[in-house]
């Protein structure tokens, strides 16, 4: 049966916020250690002291400073990043000499969510900018870095508008999107390769949700380890710069070298690792089977979650 592209698109970007939802609910807590100890390194020996000083000092509340941002991120990047990739998937088959509804490789697929996700950092650094600074406020204030912190997702965007316009929101985008492109083919390849394992010689759309989940967590886990120290450089650039100029990245990251080592490059990789694997998993899970339901509610076949607008090209 064809299928409408806007319906699909609709239906793409509402799995989409699904899935960025139940990444966030499922990792918060050691999302924001991992920025914590990313940006303050000399405070926290480890993640075990990062979430004592951090319980003693702010109570619970402070492990979720930055959730609604974080949501606004996730919901947004994750609709953007699967709406778009259908797109970059005919861009791909074009690039190969494939036919539209040829099946892509599991190299090709995770070319066309490494493209798609340069559109995803449009949106998601303004947010995550936000989400940055509001989970390292009290050590920003501790450092003597600034005088007053801001508590609330508009506090901190006013100030940032106040300070640097508009554009204040775009700082660490360079960042950002080193980060997402090669970030994005480790984790759609990981990805596809896990599902293509668990799957043997079953369609890779009739798995489980055990296997989605691990084929999810197993993608977040090689992500991760492929550009965690990007990702450490942007959080730097983006909390830092609410006292002032800030380096850009290769500024930063020379700074990073010169005066603190390699390693740290990779303070808080603990927590984030241990926040992959159930996070993209949920995150996964929800996709597809919200997705799932969406289409069978609608008349339509089950389409595989990496094959996004294929049938829509056939119109």
């Known amino acids: 049966m064809r299928t409408n592209p806007a319906i699909q698109a609709a239906i793409d970007l509402t799995a989409g916020a699904a899935g960025g939802t139940a990444c966030v609910l499922t ?69 190969v000499g494939l036919d539209r509804k040829a099946k892509l490789s599991d190299l090709q697929n995770a070319a066309s969510g490494s493209f798609a996700s340069a559109f995803a950092a449009l949106v998601l650094c303004p947010t995550e900018l936000v989400k940055c600074r509001l989970q390292t406020m009290h050590e920003m204030q501790l450092s003597g870095k600034i005088a007053q912190g801001h508590n609330t997702v508009w506090s901190v965007m006013k100030s940032v508008i106040q300070k640097d316009g508009p554009l204040g929101f775009y700082h660490g985008l360079s960042s950002t999107l080193l980060r997402e492109v090669p970030g994005y083919f480790f984790f759609f390849g990981g990805y596809e390769l896990s599902r293509t394992f668990f799957a043997a010689e079953r369609p890779k759309d009739q798995l489980g949700p055990i296997p989605l989940m691990v084929s ?25 710069s609410m006292s002032g100029k800030q380096a850009g990245f290769m500024g930063t990251f020379a700074n990073i070298l010169r005066n603190e080592g390699v390693f740290a490059l990779y303070s808080g990789l603990k927590p984030t690792l241990i926040r992959a694997f159930p996070a993209n998993g949920a995150l996964f899970l929800a996709y597809e089977y919200s997705r799932k339901m969406m289409m069978e509610q609608g008349g339509w076949r089950h389409v595989n979650v990496l094959s996004t607008y294929c049938a829509a090209q056939e119109i």
């Open 216 to 240: 999810g967590g197993f993608g977040g886990i090689c992500l991760w380890i492929a550009v965690y120290p990007v990702d450490c450089v942007k959080s730097r650039i983006q909390v830092l």
């Open 27 to 95: 990792g918060q807590p050691f999302d924001t250690a991992k920025v914590k100890m990313q940006t303050f390194p000399s405070m926290y020996k480890g993640l075990i002291e990062c979430i004592v000083k951090t319980y003693k000092q702010v109570g619970l509340r402070g492990f979720y400073k930055g959730t609604t941002p974080a949501l606004v991120a996730n919901i947004a990047e994750n609709s953007v990043l699967f709406m778009c990739y259908g797109f970059c998937q005919q861009i791909v088959r074009g690039i």
